[in-house]
């Protein structure tokens, strides 16, 4: 049986203080601990004097002495000083520092608990539509996704990631149209035949994607086209054979060439359901809302109202049933809810996917709730911003059009290979190797360049700049893994081995070892607020402090053996902490560079 994982540096220090302030009558909350501001002055601070001061009618710097006193221990505080009118600041001894790392060495988790109450967690992401072309902006939504997964799964949560295809809607019914036009003679429209139908399909991928836009724009146009394709809309989803073989073709052609561009930019699903998938749970509980009052007539359709009296502004109805009788995206959210809770039990359902849709989760989610069909579970929708070009507006090919993925990661991948050449990197290597080592530069800088934003907030994409080696750039990552690859493999030829970590020498040193401390506070953020950026940027500030660690530190010159087996252990701490946090960003390692 395993240990359990270590209690984090922040947590002991904490826990130090939360005490300290308890001892004194205050709020253990108070003692919250923290990295500094200003390293000057110490490396953690906690500030919690001020706010006892009007609790306990004390002065907030005699509380803070009075918590210094408490909290006093010799073997984890090098240094406790005030500074103004009771922050306290917090220097860690160096063998403290060194028991952490060697702590965080030992342990196979890096520090990181498992939650200790694990949940079922459903994670709606990429949700592409049949017979489109998967483009950039599907882009975001994949990749932010597939790391949410990756990361509450490393916490050990049950965690389904689910695609939620686009598989029963409007653009179902204008294919089908479409193709009757082009094709009237073939066997799927003759209204007396109820099949068999050919198992190879009539078009392929590349045909529906050149069907799609030219029937869109006439159904957009043309209002006698619209209701031609609706009404093969309707006809599909109440079930006409030949209408329901054409679908099956064109979702699996589809889903095949969706797994071709998933695969390309390294994203994987767990579910593969689409909207269809829940079509026949519909009818069921349909009535089941009419039954509950939930579900009522209005002007031919079947609406939840969805109000609530603090409403600032109108709150539209959600629609179950168009007077049509046809159900909509509302329709199928609803029915998948009530499936995620019922066979999946979900305890949490994440929802990735484009701020412009806020209002339609809002609205489902309080249908959801009213009716029941949510359960216990939680749902969130979690928006993100557009990856814009240089203009500001959301990226576009040079002639205008939305790019492709598979381009974009071509792209990529090339600029990779580019960037390879101008610094000299993998040239006396074989070619496919090479090649696919310019294929992880080109994914890690096209993955950390999405990730590294805040999710909320719109960014603009430049090709030049992620692919660089330098600066905040997942390739800049790439390099500083490999190259402790590198030092360690040049250790193991010389017979040298990873020791155990001494308390540090240097400033560098101690930097270093601070930053590798902070590991689980970086994931617990990124959980939490369902935000992988924190993970972006706790691995580019351990890059940083493995940079200047290495201009103070020359490893392998190193004549003191003990002081070089400690180092060696100490970037391989490193590397495992990068290999870990790349893995939660999707981003793979090459072995050499």
């Known amino acids: 049986m395993s240990q359990p994982a270590p209690i984090s540096l922040l947590e002991e220090l904490t826990a130090r203080f939360a005490a300290a302030f308890a001892g004194l009558g205050a709020d253990p909350a108070l003692g919250q601990v923290a990295v500094s501001q200003r390293p000057e002055l110490g490396q953690f601070q906690c500030n919690g004097a001020m706010s006892a001061s009007k609790a306990l009618k004390r002065n907030p710097r005699e509380i803070a002495e009075a918590v210094v006193v408490a909290a006093r221990d010799e073997a984890l505080f090098a240094e406790l000083t005030l500074a103004g009118p009771g922050f306290i600041n917090v220097r860690v001894t160096d063998a403290a520092l060194a028991a952490r790392a060697n702590a965080l060495a030992a342990d196979p988790r890096l520090g990181i608990a498992r939650a200790a109450v694990p949940q079922t967690v459903v994670i709606d992401y990429g949700g592409p539509n049949v017979a489109k072309?998967?483009?950039?902006?599907?882009?975001?939504?994949?990749?932010?996704?597939?790391?949410?997964?990756?990361?509450?799964?490393?916490?050990?949560?049950?965690?389904?990631?689910?695609?939620?295809?686009?598989?029963?809607?409007?653009?179902?019914?204008?294919?089908?149209?479409?193709?009757?036009?082009?094709?009237?003679?073939?066997?799927?429209?003759?209204?007396?035949?109820?099949?068999?139908?050919?198992?190879?399909?009539?078009?392929?991928?590349?045909?529906?994607?050149?069907?799609?836009?030219?029937?869109?724009?006439?159904?957009?146009?043309?209002?006698?086209?619209?209701?031609?394709?609706?009404?093969?809309?309707?006809?599909?989803?109440?079930?006409?054979?030949?209408?329901r073989a054409?679908?099956?073709?064109?979702?699996?052609?589809?889903?095949?060439?969706?797994?071709?561009?998933?695969?390309?930019?390294?994203?994987?699903?767990?579910?593969?359901?689409?909207?269809?998938?829940?079509?026949?749970?519909?009818?069921?509980?349909?009535?089941?809302?009419?039954?509950?009052?939930?579900?009522?007539?209005?002007?031919?359709?079947?609406?939840?109202?969805?109000?609530?009296?603090?409403?600032?502004?109108?709150?539209?109805?959600?629609?179950?049933?168009?007077?049509?009788?046809?159900?909509?995206?509302?329709?199928?959210?609803?029915?998948?809810?009530?499936?995620?809770?019922?066979?999946?039990?979900?305890?949490?359902?994440?929802?990735?996917?484009?701020?412009?849709?806020?209002?339609?989760?809002?609205?489902?989610?309080?249908?959801?709730?009213?009716?029941?069909?949510?359960?216990?579970?939680?749902?969130?929708?979690?928006?993100?911003?557009?990856?814009?070009?240089a203009d500001g507006r959301p990226f576009k090919t040079r002639e205008g059009g939305v790019m492709r993925l598979k381009d974009l990661i071509a792209m990529m991948t090339d600029e990779a290979h580019k960037r390879m050449l101008e610094a000299n990197v993998a040239q006396d290597y074989p070619g496919a190797e090479r090649a696919a080592i310019a294929h992880k530069v080109g994914m890690a800088a096209l993955r950390y360049a999405d990730l590294m934003n805040v999710r909320t907030a719109d960014y603009v994409f430049d090709i030049e700049r992620f692919t660089r080696f330098e600066g905040r750039t997942g390739s800049y990552l790439l390099y500083a893994a490999v190259r402790i690859q590198s030092i360690l493999r040049k250790a193991a030829e010389r017979q040298l081995a990873p020791g155990t970590i001494l308390p540090p020498a240097c400033d560098e040193e101690r930097a270093l070892v601070l930053a590798l401390a902070q590991l689980?506070?970086?994931?617990?953020?990124?959980?939490?607020?369902?935000?992988?950026?924190?993970?972006?940027?706790?691995?580019?500030?351990?890059?940083?402090?493995?940079?200047?660690?290495?201009?103070?530190?020359?490893?392998?010159?190193?004549?003191?053996?003990?002081?070089?087996?400690?180092?060696?252990?100490?970037?391989?701490?490193?590397?495992?902490?990068?290999?870990?946090?790349?893995?939660?960003?999707?981003?793979?390692?090459?072995?050499?560079m």
């Open 133 to 243: 072309p998967m483009h950039v902006g599907h882009l975001r939504s994949s990749i932010i996704g597939d790391s949410l997964v990756r990361l509450f799964r490393f916490l050990g949560h049950d965690v389904k990631g689910d695609i939620h295809l686009g598989d029963w809607g409007t653009q179902m019914g204008m294919l089908i149209y479409e193709l009757s036009r082009l094709q009237p003679n073939l066997p799927y429209f003759d209204p007396a035949l109820a099949g068999p139908y050919p198992a190879e399909p009539p078009v392929t991928m590349e045909d529906l994607q050149a069907m799609y836009p030219a029937v869109a724009a006439r159904c957009k146009a043309d209002e006698d086209e619209r209701r031609a394709a609706t009404q093969a809309t309707v006809e599909l989803q109440q079930g006409r054979p030949g209408y």
């Open 520 to 592: 689980p506070e970086a994931l617990r953020a990124a959980a939490d607020q369902r935000m992988p950026h924190h993970l972006c940027a706790f691995a580019f500030d351990l890059g940083q402090a493995l940079s200047r660690f290495y201009n103070a530190c020359h490893i392998m010159d190193e004549k003191d053996a003990a002081r070089q087996a400690s180092w060696l252990g100490l970037v391989t701490l490193v590397l495992r902490e990068l290999e870990l946090l790349l893995g939660l960003l999707g981003i793979e390692i090459p072995e050499r």
């Open 246 to 389: 054409l679908w099956q073709h064109f979702r699996d052609l589809s889903i095949a060439e969706l797994k071709a561009d998933f695969h390309r930019l390294g994203v994987d699903f767990d579910l593969w359901y689409g909207e269809s998938d829940y079509e026949p749970d519909i009818p069921a509980m349909i009535a089941e809302l009419r039954a509950a009052g939930v579900a009522i007539e209005d002007a031919g359709a079947l609406i939840i109202p969805v109000e609530q009296p603090d409403d600032k502004k109108p709150m539209p109805p959600v629609m179950l049933l168009k007077s049509d009788g046809g159900a909509n995206y509302a329709t199928t959210d609803l029915a998948t809810i009530r499936q995620r809770v019922r066979d999946l039990h979900a305890d949490l359902i994440l929802y990735v996917v484009d701020k412009r849709q806020s209002l339609h989760f809002e609205q489902v989610f309080r249908a959801a709730r009213k009716s029941g069909l949510a359960g216990n579970a939680v749902m969130e929708h979690l928006p993100f911003g557009t990856m814009n070009g």
